[in-house]
Nanobody, 122 residues
Framework: QLQACGGGLVQAGDSLRLSCATS????????MGWFRQVPGKEREIVAG???????YYRDSVKGRFSISRDNAKNTVYLQMNSLKPEDTAVYYC??????????????????WGQGTLVTVSS
């Protein structure tokens, strides 16, 4: 139901835009989140956007990443600028059906898309 793409290998300071397309006909009613995970670590929230376009960012990406959505295309985006090696991870998108601001509650997200790998070299 969710298809994430846009990952790749870039150098520090470069930009990437991740996309997550969904087949959910009620996409516009739901919040969406972008998470990332590195081996051996827990999955962490990167950014979220509510059904009415309020946004959330983890501190380490504020000012560099931007989340947006296009309800006509059932797609959510994550624009990542000024990438750093520590941004290297598998990035996942997920639907947040529950209208809450508990962005880091992984259990509130379903379904999940497959991950897309972002590798930032120094």
């Amino acid at each position: 139901q969710l298809q994430a793409c846009g990952g790749g290998l870039v150098q520090a300071g470069d930009s990437l835009r991740l996309s997550c397309a969904t087949s959910l006909r009620t996409f516009s009613n739901f919040g969406m989140g972008w998470f990332r995970q590195v081996p051996g670590k827990e999955r962490e929230i990167v950014a979220g956007i509510t059904w009415n376009n309020y946004t959330y960012y983890r501190d380490s990406v504020k000012g560099r990443f931007s989340i947006s959505r296009d309800n006509a295309k059932n797609t959510v985006y994550l624009q990542m600028n000024s990438l750093k090696p520590e941004d290297t991870a598998v990035y996942y998108c997920a639907v947040k059906p529950i209208r809450s601001t508990d962005w880091d509650m992984i259990g509130e997200y379903r379904p999940w898309g497959q991950g897309t790998l972002v590798t930032v070299s120094s």
